[in-house]
């Protein structure tokens, strides 16, 4: 501070000169002031308590104080994509029930926590849970503002790539659907394209993958988004009585009729009609169905009438129809009817990164439902995530975690809170092994376009030939007769 003047960014480097040689030196650019930051200081102490933040401020911070627990939430809910910085002083003025309040707002993925605490308060199992299981950082006070500024700048980027990270998961989805792998990618542009167009639309995949999902996708962004979608799964309603539910039925059709019903297929008028396991239909039933797709019109059961029904028809399964048409279980004509357009839905298991996505997505949803504020999935957990063969899909996932998070234990998801059984499964390769296998493949491929000529081949990969002879016995690689092999008794 020179003549009571703080000395901002523009004073760095002055003195170096005189005035006369600063006039006509040429100036060096001026350090730009990075973009304001968001920080929360949560905090109830007396005025003598409350640290003073006007350093921070000056150094880009736009301050905000928070009181309690509404208070922050409010700030974080203007918006969820914005990160933030906060600082928790646990000095004084909060109770555990005061801190319980805070569970919400100290698991937000916008926000990242430092804790400031006396150092006699580190000794207290409260405060090292606390800071343990929800804060990036804690700082004892006193401390300098420089530091304080350093683990404060350090947890905003830590907030900062957590809402990269959801709005790129956002952006890679259609309509809700979470994914951002290849294969979910392809599937989202394809349910756009289908969405512009009225063909039918059969939808290929396991069960749980979310066919239904995709479907309701595609019906939301037609042309049809204002009318009904209706679904029917037809695996799950007896042979007797898909006619009737299909199709409806007039008054006195069968014993039992006391009055007209209306079928699916008329409920669905305008609108779009999801057959969901169309290979369990009866052969019966999809000769009727077929006509209906012909003709554009239905004839309700016990009736004469013939009702005109303008609906477009997606349908899916878990089967494989080209297979049922062959063994004669699905109709040849009605297959190429219904499979118009044909989308695949992928397995959880080819969906690499989306498993943890599809898995943080279930654990923020059902922690808010069961106001429990965990932490997230300990790495054993994400191993098994991965390393389970899904057969039940997304909707096994789900189920696995909302499970997990009534029964767990600890702030953290363990394999074990998630009943899947990890030992057995192979750890992920390190780096070193990575590293290994693509050296011992490199040297096998020089080896065979140079004929097993070492010489040639140490050349080729810009080692010397003493190298490349104890990279291939390192890595169990026969080195043959080839009188390039150096003599290695020599060359210790």
């Not at 100036?27 to 304001?36: D, F, G, T, V």
Request: glycine share 8%; with cysteine.
């Amino acid at each position: 501070m020179a003549n009571g003047v703080p000395r901002g960014p523009q004073a760095r480097g002055a003195g170096k000169h005189d005035s006369a040689d600063t006039e006509a030196a040429p100036r060096e650019p001026l350090p730009q002031i990075p973009q304001a930051r968001e920080l929360i200081y949560v905090t109830r102490g007396s005025a003598g308590r409350v640290l003073s933040l006007a350093r921070l401020q000056q150094l880009g911070w736009n301050l905000r104080r928070a009181p309690d627990s509404r208070s922050v939430l409010r700030i974080l809910q203007r918006d969820p994509r914005q990160p933030h910085a906060a600082l928790l002083d646990l000095r004084e003025g909060f109770t555990h029930h005061d801190l319980a309040e805070l569970g919400s707002a100290l698991s937000a993925n916008n926000v990242g926590w430092v804790a400031c605490v006396e150092a006699a308060q580190l000794d207290q199992e409260p405060v090292r849970r606390l800071i343990r299981d929800y804060c990036y950082d804690y700082v004892t006070l006193p401390c300098p503002e420089a530091l304080l500024n350093t683990i404060v700048g350090h947890a905003h980027g830590m907030a900062t790539l957590a809402c990269e990270h959801g709005e790129t998961t956002s952006e890679a989805g259609f309509d809700g659907m979470i994914g951002e792998s290849a294969a979910m990618r392809v599937l989202c542009r394809t349910l756009r394209k289908a969405a512009l167009t009225e063909a039918p639309v059969f939808i290929a995949g396991e069960t749980g993958t979310g066919k239904e999902l995709a479907a309701n996708a595609v019906h939301r962004h037609s042309r049809r988004h204002a009318h009904p979608f209706v679904a029917i799964n037809c695996g799950a309603i007896p042979h007797s009585l898909v006619q009737s539910e299909l199709f409806g039925y007039e008054r006195g059709a069968f014993t039992g009729a006391q009055q007209r019903k209306l079928g699916r297929i008329e409920m669905a008028n305008g609108g779009t009609l999801f057959l969901d396991e169309i290979g369990d239909l009866p052969l019966e039933s999809q000769a009727s169905l077929l006509r209906f797709l012909q003709q554009g019109s239905i004839e309700r059961l016990g009736g004469h009438e013939q009702i005109p029904i303008d609906v477009r028809i997606i349908s899916a399964t878990h089967h494989d129809l080209e297979a049922a048409v062959i063994d004669g279980r699905f109709r040849a004509d009605l297959f190429h009817r219904l499979c118009v357009l044909r989308l695949q839905q992928p397995p959880l298991r080819d969906r690499g990164v989306d498993i943890d996505r599809l898995a943080e997505h279930a654990l923020q949803r059902y922690s808010q439902e069961s106001q429990r504020s965990l932490k997230g999935f300990s790495p054993c957990a994400r191993h098994a995530l991965h390393s389970h063969p899904w057969p039940g899909n997304v909707r096994e996932l789900i189920n696995r975690v909302r499970q997990a998070v009534v029964m767990a234990e600890g702030r953290l998801i363990t394999a074990a809170d998630l009943h899947i059984d990890s030992a057995g499964a192979a750890p992920p390769p390190t780096l070193d092994e990575i590293r290994d296998a693509a050296t011992k493949d490199a040297i096998e491929r020089a080896l065979q376009r140079n004929r097993g000529r070492l010489v040639d081949a140490a050349r080729e990969l810009a080692v010397s030939r003493v190298t490349l002879y104890r990279l291939m016995q390192r890595h169990g690689l026969r080195t043959g007769d080839d009188t390039g092999a150096p003599d290695t008794s020599s060359a210790a």
